[in-house]
């Protein structure tokens, strides 16, 4: 089944433990990115990937890296996570870019204590 | 950059009624539309996009799009809305060119009454 799947679906942790939040894809697809949700905020963009070793920030990537060494995976990491990094985040990918039908995650509900 | 104006924090709409959401961009020329829904708990799946031609866009589940390049509206309609209905749908534009990113509302939930 074609899907992205993102581990773990809830997280809780203290502030200034680093930790990683797995994306992986089946699809082959070229680009992936990350969301965090927020209420009354709608979904902001953090990075975005449009190929294997090819990154770039998105709207608000300020506490948040990324990677992408293989063309399925695209973990989420931060380094030192605060209280105004609790959200929701979404992982997706599509074949070859934004303007294409994206496809999401479950989510990852994140709390930063 | 480009944004997405949904007006409509929360609709509520009666099972069987019509539907429309409301969704305004800016953006300096004509943009990649689409119209994502998000069911509790779940990731957002995609409705329906406009990239060019017709104006009037049929998506999945019954919905539909109308892109109105004068009033910069992608509204989305749906003759009969259906208790499953209820979710929260989410209007984003894209630039054509350039690697900016992809841009969504703050989103419209949708309840549906008996």
């Known amino acids: 089944e074609a899907q992205v799947t993102q581990n773990p679906r809830y997280l809780i942790t203290v502030t200034g433990k680093k930790l990683t939040v797995t994306c992986s894809q089946n699809?082959?697809?070229?680009?992936m990115s990350w969301y965090r949700q927020d209420p009354g905020l709608g979904l902001r963009q953090i990075y975005y990937s449009m190929n294997v070793e090819v990154t770039d920030k998105g709207d608000v990537p300020e506490g948040y890296k990324v990677s992408r060494k293989e063309k399925r995976n695209f973990p989420l990491i931060l380094e030192s996570p605060s209280p105004n990094q609790t959200s929701l985040y979404f992982c997706a990918s599509s074949l070859r870019g934004r303007n294409e039908k994206l496809f999401f995650g479950s989510g990852t509900q994140l709390s930063v204590l | 950059a480009q944004s997405v104006t949904q007006p409509d924090i929360h609709i509520t709409v009666s099972e069987g009624a019509s539907l429309e959401l409301r969704c305004n961009y800016s953006y300096g020329a004509t943009p990649y539309l689409f119209w994502y829904v998000q069911s509790p708990g779940q990731g957002l799946q995609l409705l329906l996009k406009?990239?060019?031609?017709?104006?009037l866009v049929q998506g999945i589940k019954g919905f539909e799009a109308e892109f109105k390049r004068s009033q910069s509206s992608f509204n989305l309609r749906k003759p009969s809305v259906h208790w499953s209905d209820a979710a929260e749908y989410f209007c984003a534009v894209g630039a054509r060119s350039g690697y900016s990113t992809l841009t969504f509302g703050k989103g419209t939930m949708l309840l549906v009454s008996p």
């Open positions: 406009y990239f060019s031609g017709d104006t």
């Open positions: 699809m082959n697809h070229e680009y």
